[in-house]
Protein backbone atom coordinates (compact mmCIF):
# COMPACT_ATOMS: atom_id res chain seq x y z
CA UNK A 1 0.00 0.00 0.00
CA UNK A 2 1.63 3.18 -1.33
CA UNK A 3 1.37 5.73 1.71
CA UNK A 4 2.76 9.44 2.46
CA UNK A 5 1.98 11.17 5.39
CA UNK A 6 -1.22 13.28 6.27
CA UNK A 7 0.68 16.52 6.68
CA UNK A 8 2.30 16.41 3.78
CA UNK A 9 -0.47 15.09 1.99
CA UNK A 10 -2.94 18.10 3.27
CA UNK A 11 -0.31 20.67 2.05
CA UNK A 12 0.12 18.65 -0.90
CA UNK A 13 -3.84 18.56 -1.63
CA UNK A 14 -4.37 22.26 0.09
CA UNK A 15 -6.86 23.98 -1.35
CA UNK A 16 -4.69 26.99 -1.46
CA UNK A 17 -4.62 27.54 -5.11
CA UNK A 18 -8.38 27.73 -4.75
CA UNK A 19 -8.93 30.53 -1.97
CA UNK A 20 -8.37 34.27 -2.25
CA UNK A 21 -6.17 34.27 1.09
CA UNK A 22 -4.27 31.54 0.50
CA UNK A 23 -1.26 33.51 -1.38
CA UNK A 24 -0.03 34.33 1.90
CA UNK A 25 -1.05 31.19 4.23
CA UNK A 26 0.79 28.40 3.01
CA UNK A 27 2.63 27.71 6.16
CA UNK A 28 0.65 29.49 8.59
CA UNK A 29 1.51 28.02 12.09
CA UNK A 30 2.13 29.04 15.51
CA UNK A 31 1.02 27.85 18.51
CA UNK A 32 -2.74 27.46 19.20
CA UNK A 33 -4.11 30.05 21.33
CA UNK A 34 -5.32 29.16 24.93
CA UNK A 35 -8.45 30.38 26.17
CA UNK A 36 -6.93 32.52 28.73
CA UNK A 37 -5.69 35.05 25.71
CA UNK A 38 -9.17 35.70 24.39
CA UNK A 39 -11.93 38.12 25.25
CA UNK A 40 -14.87 37.61 27.29
CA UNK A 41 -17.76 36.86 25.29
CA UNK A 42 -20.57 39.40 26.40
CA UNK A 43 -24.00 39.87 24.90
CA UNK A 44 -27.12 37.87 22.58
CA UNK A 45 -25.79 35.12 20.62
CA UNK A 46 -28.08 32.75 18.47
CA UNK A 47 -26.45 29.77 17.12
CA UNK A 48 -27.73 27.38 15.01
CA UNK A 49 -26.60 23.77 16.24
CA UNK A 50 -26.37 20.88 14.18
CA UNK A 51 -26.81 17.39 15.89
CA UNK A 52 -23.59 14.98 16.57
CA UNK A 53 -21.72 14.17 18.85
CA UNK A 54 -24.40 13.09 21.39
CA UNK A 55 -23.27 15.81 24.05
CA UNK A 56 -19.55 16.37 23.51
CA UNK A 57 -20.52 19.77 21.41
CA UNK A 58 -23.09 20.86 24.28
CA UNK A 59 -20.17 20.02 26.67
CA UNK A 60 -18.21 22.99 24.93
CA UNK A 61 -20.49 25.05 24.79
CA UNK A 62 -21.72 24.78 28.45
CA UNK A 63 -17.97 25.64 29.38
CA UNK A 64 -18.19 28.43 27.00
CA UNK A 65 -21.38 29.79 28.78
CA UNK A 66 -19.54 28.98 32.64
CA UNK A 67 -16.86 31.07 31.42
CA UNK A 68 -18.54 34.07 30.15
CA UNK A 69 -21.11 34.97 32.16
CA UNK A 70 -22.14 37.52 30.28
CA UNK A 71 -23.00 35.83 26.98
CA UNK A 72 -26.57 35.20 26.39
CA UNK A 73 -26.33 32.34 24.33
CA UNK A 74 -29.54 31.02 22.87
CA UNK A 75 -29.27 27.70 20.87
CA UNK A 76 -31.17 26.21 18.21
CA UNK A 77 -31.15 22.42 17.58
CA UNK A 78 -31.46 20.24 14.73
CA UNK A 79 -30.48 18.66 12.01
CA UNK A 80 -27.48 19.78 10.25
CA UNK A 81 -29.22 19.86 6.62
CA UNK A 82 -32.58 21.29 7.91
CA UNK A 83 -30.88 23.76 9.81
CA UNK A 84 -29.04 24.83 6.70
CA UNK A 85 -31.94 25.03 4.77
CA UNK A 86 -33.85 26.90 7.46
CA UNK A 87 -31.09 29.70 7.07
CA UNK A 88 -31.52 29.89 3.57
CA UNK A 89 -35.41 30.65 3.42
CA UNK A 90 -34.90 32.74 6.65
CA UNK A 91 -32.78 35.07 4.42
CA UNK A 92 -34.84 34.86 1.53
CA UNK A 93 -37.83 35.85 3.49
CA UNK A 94 -35.52 38.98 4.88
CA UNK A 95 -34.61 37.65 8.18
CA UNK A 96 -32.07 36.54 9.96
CA UNK A 97 -32.25 34.61 13.19
CA UNK A 98 -28.97 32.99 13.82
CA UNK A 99 -25.57 34.72 14.50
CA UNK A 100 -23.59 31.80 13.86
CA UNK A 101 -23.56 28.42 12.15
CA UNK A 102 -22.34 25.34 13.71
CA UNK A 103 -22.73 22.38 10.98
CA UNK A 104 -21.61 18.92 11.44
CA UNK A 105 -20.30 18.21 7.94
CA UNK A 106 -19.11 20.82 5.01
CA UNK A 107 -21.73 20.00 2.45
CA UNK A 108 -24.34 21.95 4.49
CA UNK A 109 -21.74 24.80 4.82
CA UNK A 110 -21.51 25.12 1.43
CA UNK A 111 -25.79 25.00 1.26
CA UNK A 112 -25.29 28.28 3.33
CA UNK A 113 -21.61 29.91 1.62
CA UNK A 114 -23.30 29.33 -1.74
CA UNK A 115 -25.95 31.66 -1.27
CA UNK A 116 -23.54 34.73 -0.32
CA UNK A 117 -24.61 34.41 3.52
CA UNK A 118 -21.57 33.96 5.09
CA UNK A 119 -19.22 36.54 6.51
CA UNK A 120 -15.62 36.86 5.54
CA UNK A 121 -13.50 35.37 8.57
CA UNK A 122 -10.84 37.60 9.55
CA UNK A 123 -7.26 36.64 8.72
CA UNK A 124 -5.87 35.43 12.04
CA UNK A 125 -8.50 32.91 12.35
CA UNK A 126 -7.56 31.14 8.83
CA UNK A 127 -4.24 31.06 9.71
CA UNK A 128 -4.61 28.80 13.03
CA UNK A 129 -6.04 26.31 10.57
CA UNK A 130 -4.04 23.53 8.76
CA UNK A 131 -3.10 24.19 5.17
CA UNK A 132 -6.08 22.36 3.13
CA UNK A 133 -8.63 23.50 6.12
CA UNK A 134 -8.21 27.68 5.46
CA UNK A 135 -11.27 29.04 4.22
CA UNK A 136 -12.53 32.46 3.79
CA UNK A 137 -16.27 31.78 5.05
CA UNK A 138 -16.28 29.18 7.92
CA UNK A 139 -13.66 28.02 9.67
CA UNK A 140 -13.77 24.31 10.11
CA UNK A 141 -13.80 23.12 13.50
CA UNK A 142 -12.99 19.31 14.03
CA UNK A 143 -12.29 16.55 11.17
CA UNK A 144 -12.81 13.46 10.41
CA UNK A 145 -11.34 10.57 7.87
CA UNK A 146 -12.41 7.91 6.00
CA UNK A 147 -11.24 4.55 6.13
CA UNK A 148 -10.94 0.90 5.59
CA UNK A 149 -12.10 -1.00 8.78
CA UNK A 150 -11.02 -4.36 8.11
CA UNK A 151 -11.68 -7.58 10.22
CA UNK A 152 -8.09 -9.00 11.18
CA UNK A 153 -8.28 -12.12 11.52
CA UNK A 154 -10.15 -12.71 7.92
CA UNK A 155 -7.69 -10.14 5.88
CA UNK A 156 -4.08 -8.79 5.81
CA UNK A 157 -2.98 -5.44 4.99
CA UNK A 158 -1.64 -6.61 1.92
CA UNK A 159 -4.92 -7.40 0.45
CA UNK A 160 -6.25 -4.26 0.87
CA UNK A 161 -5.86 -2.02 -2.25
CA UNK A 162 -4.50 1.31 -1.79
CA UNK A 163 -7.03 2.62 -4.28
CA UNK A 164 -10.88 3.18 -2.99
CA UNK A 165 -11.62 2.60 -6.93
CA UNK A 166 -10.32 -1.26 -7.14
CA UNK A 167 -12.19 -2.47 -4.11
CA UNK A 168 -15.25 -2.35 -6.95
CA UNK A 169 -13.35 -5.11 -8.42
CA UNK A 170 -12.61 -7.37 -5.56
CA UNK A 171 -13.46 -10.05 -3.99
CA UNK A 172 -13.25 -9.15 -0.26
CA UNK A 173 -16.56 -8.99 1.79
CA UNK A 174 -17.77 -5.08 2.20
CA UNK A 175 -20.02 -3.89 4.66
CA UNK A 176 -21.36 0.05 3.52
CA UNK A 177 -24.22 1.90 5.01
CA UNK A 178 -25.60 3.31 1.81
CA UNK A 179 -28.50 5.56 3.87
CA UNK A 180 -26.03 6.61 6.34
CA UNK A 181 -24.74 10.74 5.42
CA UNK A 182 -20.56 10.18 5.86
CA UNK A 183 -20.93 7.76 3.30
CA UNK A 184 -23.23 9.83 0.86
CA UNK A 185 -20.99 12.82 1.17
CA UNK A 186 -18.02 10.29 0.52
CA UNK A 187 -19.61 9.14 -2.93
CA UNK A 188 -20.21 12.75 -4.02
CA UNK A 189 -16.66 13.05 -2.96
CA UNK A 190 -16.00 10.33 -5.87
CA UNK A 191 -18.46 11.48 -7.95
CA UNK A 192 -16.34 15.00 -8.18
CA UNK A 193 -13.00 13.40 -8.54
CA UNK A 194 -13.94 10.61 -10.51
CA UNK A 195 -17.09 11.22 -12.44
CA UNK A 196 -20.50 10.11 -12.66
CA UNK A 197 -19.46 7.11 -15.01
CA UNK A 198 -17.18 5.54 -12.89
CA UNK A 199 -18.83 6.13 -9.84
CA UNK A 200 -21.97 4.90 -10.80
CA UNK A 201 -19.53 1.41 -12.06
CA UNK A 202 -17.67 1.63 -8.64
CA UNK A 203 -21.32 1.54 -6.79
CA UNK A 204 -22.21 -1.50 -9.01
CA UNK A 205 -19.69 -3.01 -8.37
CA UNK A 206 -18.97 -2.59 -4.67
CA UNK A 207 -22.41 -3.61 -4.28
CA UNK A 208 -22.27 -7.44 -5.63
CA UNK A 209 -20.15 -8.45 -2.68
CA UNK A 210 -21.82 -5.32 -0.14
CA UNK A 211 -23.79 -6.01 2.65
CA UNK A 212 -25.76 -3.04 4.54
CA UNK A 213 -25.93 -1.49 7.66
CA UNK A 214 -28.18 1.10 9.13
CA UNK A 215 -24.99 2.88 9.88
CA UNK A 216 -21.37 3.26 10.30
CA UNK A 217 -20.91 1.87 13.70
CA UNK A 218 -22.97 -0.73 12.71
CA UNK A 219 -20.32 -1.39 9.59
CA UNK A 220 -17.24 -1.51 11.94
CA UNK A 221 -19.20 -3.83 14.08
CA UNK A 222 -20.03 -6.06 11.46
CA UNK A 223 -16.56 -6.28 10.56
CA UNK A 224 -15.50 -6.75 13.87
CA UNK A 225 -17.63 -9.53 13.75
CA UNK A 226 -16.39 -11.40 10.73
CA UNK A 227 -19.77 -10.75 9.04
CA UNK A 228 -17.87 -8.54 6.30
CA UNK A 229 -13.85 -8.45 5.56
CA UNK A 230 -14.07 -4.83 4.93
CA UNK A 231 -16.40 -1.54 5.35
CA UNK A 232 -16.34 2.25 4.48
CA UNK A 233 -16.83 4.26 8.03
CA UNK A 234 -15.32 7.61 9.51
CA UNK A 235 -12.32 6.85 11.75
CA UNK A 236 -14.28 7.59 15.04
CA UNK A 237 -16.13 4.69 15.04
CA UNK A 238 -13.11 1.92 15.24
CA UNK A 239 -11.08 3.80 17.63
CA UNK A 240 -14.38 4.24 20.01
CA UNK A 241 -14.97 -0.09 19.29
CA UNK A 242 -11.15 -0.22 20.49
CA UNK A 243 -11.39 1.69 23.46
CA UNK A 244 -14.39 -0.45 24.56
CA UNK A 245 -13.20 -3.76 23.55
CA UNK A 246 -9.41 -3.41 22.97
CA UNK A 247 -9.24 -6.74 21.40
CA UNK A 248 -11.55 -5.91 18.90
CA UNK A 249 -10.79 -7.81 16.09
CA UNK A 250 -10.48 -4.59 13.81
CA UNK A 251 -7.77 -2.46 12.42
CA UNK A 252 -8.33 0.45 9.74
CA UNK A 253 -6.67 0.90 6.30
CA UNK A 254 -6.38 3.99 4.23
CA UNK A 255 -6.47 4.03 0.48
CA UNK A 256 -4.06 6.93 -1.13
CA UNK A 257 -4.94 10.39 -2.13
CA UNK A 258 -8.88 9.44 -3.33
CA UNK A 259 -12.54 9.56 -1.88
CA UNK A 260 -11.43 6.95 0.01
CA UNK A 261 -9.38 8.88 2.47
CA UNK A 262 -12.12 12.25 2.59
CA UNK A 263 -11.26 14.25 5.60
CA UNK A 264 -14.57 16.09 5.97
CA UNK A 265 -14.77 18.72 9.04
CA UNK A 266 -17.78 19.88 11.28
CA UNK A 267 -17.64 23.90 10.39
CA UNK A 268 -18.74 27.18 11.58
CA UNK A 269 -19.47 30.32 9.95
CA UNK A 270 -20.87 34.12 11.47
CA UNK A 271 -24.00 35.28 9.84
CA UNK A 272 -23.73 38.79 11.08
CA UNK A 273 -20.84 41.31 11.43
CA UNK A 274 -19.26 42.21 14.49
CA UNK A 275 -16.76 41.08 16.94
CA UNK A 276 -19.16 39.13 18.86
CA UNK A 277 -19.92 35.96 16.42
CA UNK A 278 -16.18 35.97 15.43
CA UNK A 279 -14.46 36.17 18.62
CA UNK A 280 -17.22 32.82 19.53
CA UNK A 281 -15.61 31.18 17.09
CA UNK A 282 -11.90 31.95 18.17
CA UNK A 283 -12.95 29.79 21.33
CA UNK A 284 -14.00 26.52 19.23
CA UNK A 285 -10.31 26.78 17.92
CA UNK A 286 -8.55 26.80 21.04
CA UNK A 287 -6.40 25.00 22.14
CA UNK A 288 -9.02 23.56 24.83
CA UNK A 289 -11.66 23.03 22.61
CA UNK A 290 -9.68 21.54 20.24
CA UNK A 291 -7.71 19.03 22.65
CA UNK A 292 -10.92 18.35 24.14
CA UNK A 293 -12.82 17.01 21.26
CA UNK A 294 -9.95 15.25 19.96
CA UNK A 295 -9.93 13.29 23.49
CA UNK A 296 -13.41 12.81 23.75
CA UNK A 297 -14.56 12.68 20.29
CA UNK A 298 -11.48 11.33 18.81
CA UNK A 299 -12.15 14.43 16.43
CA UNK A 300 -9.13 15.71 14.57
CA UNK A 301 -8.04 18.77 15.68
CA UNK A 302 -7.65 20.89 12.64
CA UNK A 303 -5.96 23.82 14.40
CA UNK A 304 -1.57 23.96 14.04
CA UNK A 305 0.03 21.85 16.41
CA UNK A 306 -2.65 20.00 18.47
CA UNK A 307 -1.97 16.52 19.13
CA UNK A 308 -4.35 13.65 17.22
CA UNK A 309 -6.27 11.58 18.82
CA UNK A 310 -5.15 8.51 20.63
CA UNK A 311 -4.97 4.97 18.95
CA UNK A 312 -4.89 6.93 15.15
CA UNK A 313 -2.71 4.59 13.31
CA UNK A 314 -0.94 5.52 10.86
CA UNK A 315 -2.88 8.41 10.09
CA UNK A 316 0.62 10.48 9.08
CA UNK A 317 0.95 8.19 6.17
CA UNK A 318 -2.51 8.73 4.66
CA UNK A 319 -3.00 11.23 1.74
CA UNK A 320 -6.30 13.02 1.67
CA UNK A 321 -7.70 13.99 -2.07
CA UNK A 322 -7.44 17.98 -3.24
CA UNK A 323 -11.18 19.05 -2.75
CA UNK A 324 -13.16 22.04 -1.61
CA UNK A 325 -15.42 20.36 0.64
CA UNK A 326 -17.82 22.85 -0.36
CA UNK A 327 -18.71 21.18 -3.04
CA UNK A 328 -19.98 18.15 -1.19
CA UNK A 329 -23.12 20.11 -0.72
CA UNK A 330 -23.93 18.82 -4.35
CA UNK A 331 -25.45 15.94 -2.73
CA UNK A 332 -29.20 15.57 -5.00
CA UNK A 333 -27.41 13.96 -7.91
CA UNK A 334 -25.56 11.51 -5.77
CA UNK A 335 -29.37 10.62 -4.21
CA UNK A 336 -30.17 9.97 -7.81
CA UNK A 337 -27.36 7.99 -8.87
CA UNK A 338 -28.27 5.75 -5.72
CA UNK A 339 -31.31 5.47 -5.75
CA UNK A 340 -31.30 4.80 -9.78
CA UNK A 341 -28.43 2.09 -9.46
CA UNK A 342 -30.76 0.35 -6.09
CA UNK A 343 -28.76 0.81 -3.39
CA UNK A 344 -30.83 3.63 -1.62
CA UNK B 1 -49.65 -8.80 27.69
CA UNK B 2 -46.52 -9.36 29.50
CA UNK B 3 -47.48 -9.78 33.24
CA UNK B 4 -46.09 -7.43 35.48
CA UNK B 5 -47.02 -6.84 39.36
CA UNK B 6 -49.25 -3.80 40.67
CA UNK B 7 -46.45 -2.47 42.46
CA UNK B 8 -43.77 -2.26 39.61
CA UNK B 9 -46.26 -0.49 37.30
CA UNK B 10 -46.99 1.53 40.19
CA UNK B 11 -43.60 2.30 40.70
CA UNK B 12 -42.82 2.14 36.83
CA UNK B 13 -45.64 4.82 36.59
CA UNK B 14 -44.36 7.44 39.12
CA UNK B 15 -40.70 6.92 37.45
CA UNK B 16 -42.71 8.27 34.01
CA UNK B 17 -45.32 10.97 35.03
CA UNK B 18 -42.00 12.32 37.52
CA UNK B 19 -39.69 12.44 34.04
CA UNK B 20 -39.51 14.88 31.43
CA UNK B 21 -42.72 13.47 29.52
CA UNK B 22 -43.38 13.98 26.35
CA UNK B 23 -41.02 15.93 23.70
CA UNK B 24 -42.92 15.68 20.62
CA UNK B 25 -45.25 17.75 19.05
CA UNK B 26 -46.57 15.82 15.79
CA UNK B 27 -49.48 13.62 17.33
CA UNK B 28 -52.00 11.46 15.19
CA UNK B 29 -55.61 11.85 15.56
CA UNK B 30 -56.48 15.53 16.56
CA UNK B 31 -54.95 18.41 17.65
CA UNK B 32 -53.27 18.90 20.97
CA UNK B 33 -54.38 21.65 23.22
CA UNK B 34 -52.62 23.40 25.67
CA UNK B 35 -55.90 21.79 27.91
CA UNK B 36 -52.78 19.05 28.57
CA UNK B 37 -51.22 21.58 30.49
CA UNK B 38 -53.94 22.32 32.89
CA UNK B 39 -55.25 18.30 33.33
CA UNK B 40 -57.05 18.75 36.92
CA UNK B 41 -59.56 21.59 35.44
CA UNK B 42 -60.75 18.83 33.01
CA UNK B 43 -60.69 15.70 35.37
CA UNK B 44 -64.81 15.49 35.83
CA UNK B 45 -64.88 15.83 31.84
CA UNK B 46 -62.18 12.97 31.75
CA UNK B 47 -63.99 10.96 33.79
CA UNK B 48 -67.27 11.27 31.93
CA UNK B 49 -65.73 10.76 28.54
CA UNK B 50 -64.10 7.34 29.97
CA UNK B 51 -67.84 6.54 31.19
CA UNK B 52 -69.35 7.50 27.63
CA UNK B 53 -66.39 5.63 25.83
CA UNK B 54 -67.48 2.10 27.98
CA UNK B 55 -70.92 2.50 27.46
CA UNK B 56 -70.49 3.41 23.24
CA UNK B 57 -67.83 -0.01 23.35
CA UNK B 58 -70.06 -2.06 25.31
CA UNK B 59 -73.29 -0.90 22.69
CA UNK B 60 -71.18 -2.04 19.79
CA UNK B 61 -70.21 -5.73 21.44
CA UNK B 62 -74.08 -5.93 22.54
CA UNK B 63 -75.09 -4.86 18.81
CA UNK B 64 -73.19 -7.80 17.56
CA UNK B 65 -74.18 -10.44 20.43
CA UNK B 66 -77.65 -9.19 19.48
CA UNK B 67 -77.21 -9.05 15.24
CA UNK B 68 -74.01 -11.36 14.26
CA UNK B 69 -71.15 -10.54 11.93
CA UNK B 70 -71.26 -7.98 9.28
CA UNK B 71 -73.77 -6.55 11.10
CA UNK B 72 -71.95 -4.27 13.09
CA UNK B 73 -69.72 -1.04 11.49
CA UNK B 74 -66.54 -1.96 13.92
CA UNK B 75 -64.37 1.34 12.73
CA UNK B 76 -67.05 2.86 15.29
CA UNK B 77 -64.62 1.80 17.82
CA UNK B 78 -61.95 4.22 16.53
CA UNK B 79 -64.34 6.89 16.15
CA UNK B 80 -65.70 6.65 19.63
CA UNK B 81 -61.82 7.09 20.70
CA UNK B 82 -61.02 9.60 18.59
CA UNK B 83 -63.38 12.04 19.74
CA UNK B 84 -62.91 11.92 23.00
CA UNK B 85 -60.57 15.23 24.61
CA UNK B 86 -59.32 12.33 26.80
CA UNK B 87 -57.57 10.64 24.00
CA UNK B 88 -54.94 13.54 23.87
CA UNK B 89 -54.36 13.65 27.83
CA UNK B 90 -52.93 9.87 28.10
CA UNK B 91 -51.00 10.19 24.81
CA UNK B 92 -49.55 13.00 26.30
CA UNK B 93 -49.35 12.00 29.53
CA UNK B 94 -48.68 8.01 29.66
CA UNK B 95 -47.68 6.35 25.98
CA UNK B 96 -47.54 2.73 27.53
CA UNK B 97 -51.23 3.13 28.54
CA UNK B 98 -52.46 4.62 25.32
CA UNK B 99 -50.93 1.87 23.23
CA UNK B 100 -53.16 -0.74 25.58
CA UNK B 101 -56.03 1.39 24.74
CA UNK B 102 -55.09 1.43 20.64
CA UNK B 103 -54.30 -2.66 21.50
CA UNK B 104 -57.73 -2.93 23.46
CA UNK B 105 -59.81 -1.47 20.29
CA UNK B 106 -58.31 -3.08 18.19
CA UNK B 107 -58.80 -6.23 20.11
CA UNK B 108 -62.59 -6.01 20.15
CA UNK B 109 -62.59 -4.70 16.38
CA UNK B 110 -60.82 -7.65 14.98
CA UNK B 111 -62.64 -10.39 17.16
CA UNK B 112 -66.36 -9.12 15.60
CA UNK B 113 -64.80 -8.89 12.49
CA UNK B 114 -63.36 -12.46 11.79
CA UNK B 115 -66.81 -13.28 13.78
CA UNK B 116 -65.50 -14.57 16.92
CA UNK B 117 -67.75 -16.02 19.66
CA UNK B 118 -68.90 -13.39 22.09
CA UNK B 119 -67.20 -14.89 25.00
CA UNK B 120 -64.12 -13.94 22.99
CA UNK B 121 -65.35 -10.40 22.34
CA UNK B 122 -66.50 -9.68 25.74
CA UNK B 123 -62.89 -10.59 26.73
CA UNK B 124 -61.59 -8.39 24.39
CA UNK B 125 -63.94 -5.34 25.60
CA UNK B 126 -62.63 -6.19 29.23
CA UNK B 127 -59.33 -5.30 28.78
CA UNK B 128 -60.04 -2.62 26.84
CA UNK B 129 -61.98 -1.53 29.66
CA UNK B 130 -59.48 -2.12 32.01
CA UNK B 131 -56.98 0.30 29.94
CA UNK B 132 -59.76 2.95 29.73
CA UNK B 133 -59.84 2.71 33.35
CA UNK B 134 -55.95 2.33 34.52
CA UNK B 135 -55.47 5.50 31.56
CA UNK B 136 -57.78 7.36 33.88
CA UNK B 137 -56.06 6.93 37.09
CA UNK B 138 -52.60 7.86 35.18
CA UNK B 139 -54.24 11.19 34.18
CA UNK B 140 -55.57 12.11 37.71
CA UNK B 141 -52.45 11.09 39.25
CA UNK B 142 -50.44 13.60 36.40
CA UNK B 143 -53.10 15.98 37.21
CA UNK B 144 -52.05 15.72 40.93
CA UNK B 145 -48.50 16.05 39.74
CA UNK B 146 -48.82 19.03 37.35
CA UNK B 147 -50.78 20.94 40.38
CA UNK B 148 -47.78 20.49 42.57
CA UNK B 149 -45.20 21.41 39.83
CA UNK B 150 -43.63 18.16 39.43
CA UNK B 151 -44.24 17.47 35.85
CA UNK B 152 -42.49 19.47 33.18
CA UNK B 153 -45.35 21.54 30.56
CA UNK B 154 -46.37 19.46 27.43
CA UNK B 155 -43.51 20.89 24.98
CA UNK B 156 -45.61 23.11 22.31
CA UNK B 157 -42.36 23.06 19.91
CA UNK B 158 -40.01 20.59 19.09
CA UNK B 159 -36.89 20.56 21.67
CA UNK B 160 -33.65 18.22 21.54
CA UNK B 161 -32.40 16.65 24.31
CA UNK B 162 -28.86 17.71 24.72
CA UNK B 163 -27.07 15.08 26.64
CA UNK B 164 -26.58 11.42 26.65
CA UNK B 165 -28.59 10.71 29.39
CA UNK B 166 -31.13 12.91 27.80
CA UNK B 167 -30.76 11.31 24.41
CA UNK B 168 -32.00 8.09 26.26
CA UNK B 169 -35.03 9.50 27.95
CA UNK B 170 -36.00 10.21 24.75
CA UNK B 171 -35.20 6.98 22.59
CA UNK B 172 -37.50 5.33 25.73
CA UNK B 173 -40.34 7.87 25.07
CA UNK B 174 -39.92 7.59 21.43
CA UNK B 175 -40.21 3.54 21.19
CA UNK B 176 -42.85 3.76 23.67
CA UNK B 177 -44.85 5.09 20.87
CA UNK B 178 -43.40 3.04 18.64
CA UNK B 179 -45.71 0.34 20.38
CA UNK B 180 -48.71 2.76 20.19
CA UNK B 181 -48.49 3.01 16.81
CA UNK B 182 -47.99 -0.41 15.90
CA UNK B 183 -51.46 -0.85 18.50
CA UNK B 184 -52.98 1.58 16.28
CA UNK B 185 -52.15 -0.37 12.94
CA UNK B 186 -50.09 2.14 11.71
CA UNK B 187 -47.31 -0.25 11.04
CA UNK B 188 -45.38 1.96 8.60
CA UNK B 189 -45.69 4.45 10.98
CA UNK B 190 -43.92 2.62 13.86
CA UNK B 191 -41.16 1.00 11.20
CA UNK B 192 -40.66 4.94 10.58
CA UNK B 193 -40.22 6.11 13.94
CA UNK B 194 -37.69 2.86 14.56
CA UNK B 195 -35.80 4.06 12.36
CA UNK B 196 -35.46 7.62 12.72
CA UNK B 197 -35.23 6.94 16.84
CA UNK B 198 -31.72 4.87 15.64
CA UNK B 199 -30.79 7.55 13.00
CA UNK B 200 -31.73 10.82 15.27
CA UNK B 201 -30.82 9.59 18.40
CA UNK B 202 -29.38 6.92 19.19
CA UNK B 203 -26.36 6.85 16.30
CA UNK B 204 -25.61 10.10 18.27
CA UNK B 205 -24.79 8.37 21.29
CA UNK B 206 -23.14 5.12 20.19
CA UNK B 207 -20.07 6.11 20.17
CA UNK B 208 -19.90 7.47 23.44
CA UNK B 209 -21.53 4.25 24.58
CA UNK B 210 -19.69 2.10 22.87
CA UNK B 211 -16.40 3.22 25.01
CA UNK B 212 -18.28 1.82 27.89
CA UNK B 213 -20.00 -1.64 26.72
CA UNK B 214 -19.53 -2.85 23.51
CA UNK B 215 -21.55 -5.78 23.69
CA UNK B 216 -24.66 -3.86 24.89
CA UNK B 217 -24.78 -1.78 21.82
CA UNK B 218 -24.24 -4.41 19.52
CA UNK B 219 -27.46 -5.92 21.11
CA UNK B 220 -29.12 -2.49 20.84
CA UNK B 221 -27.61 -2.38 17.67
CA UNK B 222 -29.40 -5.41 16.45
CA UNK B 223 -32.25 -4.67 18.35
CA UNK B 224 -32.75 -1.44 15.97
CA UNK B 225 -32.24 -2.65 12.75
CA UNK B 226 -33.43 -6.38 13.20
CA UNK B 227 -35.89 -7.90 16.16
CA UNK B 228 -37.98 -4.27 16.45
CA UNK B 229 -38.39 -4.20 12.78
CA UNK B 230 -38.96 -7.55 11.99
CA UNK B 231 -41.68 -7.99 14.81
CA UNK B 232 -43.43 -5.46 13.34
CA UNK B 233 -42.89 -6.48 10.11
CA UNK B 234 -44.35 -9.77 10.60
CA UNK B 235 -47.30 -8.63 12.88
CA UNK B 236 -46.19 -10.08 15.02
CA UNK B 237 -48.83 -8.92 17.79
CA UNK B 238 -48.66 -6.13 20.14
CA UNK B 239 -47.97 -8.30 22.97
CA UNK B 240 -44.60 -9.36 20.88
CA UNK B 241 -43.61 -6.08 19.95
CA UNK B 242 -44.30 -4.69 23.68
CA UNK B 243 -41.84 -7.12 24.70
CA UNK B 244 -38.91 -6.07 22.30
CA UNK B 245 -39.81 -2.93 23.34
CA UNK B 246 -39.47 -3.67 27.07
CA UNK B 247 -36.30 -5.38 26.55
CA UNK B 248 -34.72 -2.64 24.84
CA UNK B 249 -36.23 -0.13 27.31
CA UNK B 250 -33.93 -2.26 30.50
CA UNK B 251 -30.91 -2.25 28.32
CA UNK B 252 -31.52 1.74 27.65
CA UNK B 253 -31.42 2.38 31.47
CA UNK B 254 -28.37 0.53 31.86
CA UNK B 255 -26.59 2.66 29.09
CA UNK B 256 -28.01 5.63 30.93
CA UNK B 257 -26.37 4.38 34.03
CA UNK B 258 -23.12 3.89 32.09
CA UNK B 259 -23.49 7.21 30.28
CA UNK B 260 -24.21 9.38 33.37
CA UNK B 261 -21.11 7.46 34.95
CA UNK B 262 -18.69 8.67 31.66
CA UNK B 263 -19.92 11.63 31.90
CA UNK B 264 -19.00 12.34 35.33
CA UNK B 265 -15.67 10.73 35.07
CA UNK B 266 -15.40 13.30 31.72
CA UNK B 267 -12.20 15.78 31.88
CA UNK B 268 -13.65 19.78 31.89
CA UNK B 269 -13.48 21.54 28.49
CA UNK B 270 -11.19 24.89 30.15
Known sequence: MQRR???????????????PLSSTLSFAAGNPRSVKQLPKLEGDLTLYLGRGEGGLYENVLDAIKDRNPGLNLQIRRGGTAALANTIVAEAKAGVRRAD???????????????????????????????????????????GRIRTLPYNTERVSPAQIPDSIMALADSDLAIGWAPAYASFQSFVTAMRIL?????????????????????????????VERG??????????????????????NVDLAFTNNDAGCLVNASGIMALEDGDLPVNFIRYLLTEEVQSYLASEAYEIPLVNNVAM??????????????????????????????RDIGVL | MATVSKHARIVALLAALSAPLFSHVALANGEITDQVNHLSDHIDEYNEEVHWLQEKFGGVVDAYEEKGKGKV?????????????????????????????????????????????????????????????QALGAVKLAAQYQQRGLVEKIQTTQSEPTSGPDVIDDIKQRLHRVVAKYAEQLHEVATTLVHE???????????????????????LEKDFNVTLPQAIDKDAGVDSVRDVVETMQKKLDKARGLLVEAEENRKSVF
Open chain 1, 194 to 222: EGEKATRDWLRGVERNAKKYAGELGVVMG
Open chain 2, 73 to 133: DTHQLIEFWEEVNFHSAIETQYVPIYASIWQGIYGVKQAIDEGADVAKVRSEEARLQQALW
Open chain 1, 309 to 338: PQGLPNLDTVTPPDLDLRKLADLRPTLNMM
Open chain 1, 5 to 19: TLLRGLAAAGLLGAL
Open chain 1, 227 to 248: EVDIGFANHYYTLRLKAGKPDA
Open chain 1, 100 to 142: LFWAVDTGSVGMVTDQGLAKTLPEDIITQLKPGFQYPRFSPVT
Open chain 2, 197 to 219: TYMQRFEGIEGALIEQDAALVES
